[in-house]
């Protein structure tokens, strides 16, 4: 592992939390934040962010196990060497970013944005996403500082413009007080 001095990591994707050690060589449990579980195997290397701390991993085995990927790094050969970063986030870089399909985005460029109805009234901003499973829902923190949650559904939101930072939703009656 090699620390990194200069990375901006609102310029990376989050793509997995380390959850446990593996075995006593020095593997980890990491239970993705990622569509597709297997595009680990097709990566060279991480970025760990252990606190204030950015390291540098070079994988050197992946494994799958119940929908965690199983992570072994060069230069890290026992338990002991890696338990202490337990709950680091793993990171890539845009560049290293499975290609997005017509439509797709990834979450953390819709964090932040603006949320204007179809009526051109400011809502507030999206401050996280919640995946429930059956579908996503947007976080809001409203222009009043109350908080909105909003299906991503298709009769809810009606644009996503990642470039510009801009959601526009149409708001079904009963999800604003």
């Known amino acids: 592992m090699e620390k990194v001095l200069n990375l901006n990591l609102d310029d990376c ?3 997995g939390t380390y959850v446990n050690t593996h075995g006593v060589r020095g593997d980890i449990k990491v ?5 597709d579980i297997t595009r680990f195997s097709e990566l060279d290397y991480v970025y760990m962010k252990t606190g204030k701390d950015i390291f540098k991993c070079d994988i050197k085995t992946v494994k799958y196990h ?22 680091a986030d793993l990171f890539v870089t845009r560049d290293q970013a499975v290609p997005l399909d017509e439509g797709e ?6 964090i ?9 009234e400011e809502l507030g901003l999206i401050k996280d996403v919640l995946q429930t499973g059956a579908n996503d829902v947007y976080v809001v923190t409203g222009t009043d500082g109350k908080e909105i949650l909003l299906p991503v559904i298709p009769d809810c939101v009606l644009d996503i413009n990642t470039d510009d930072k801009i959601v526009k939703v149409h708001v079904m009656p009963g999800l604003i007080d």
């Open 13 to 15: 994707l989050r793509v």
């Open 31 to 35: 239970y993705p934040h990622t569509d």
């Open 66 to 87: 119940k929908n965690m990927a199983i992570l072994g790094f060069k230069g890290i050969d026992n338990i002991n060497d890696i338990e202490k970063y337990k709950g």
């Open 105 to 110: 985005y990834f979450i953390c460029d819709v």
């Open 112 to 120: 932040g944005a603006k949320v204007v109805t179809d009526n051109d």
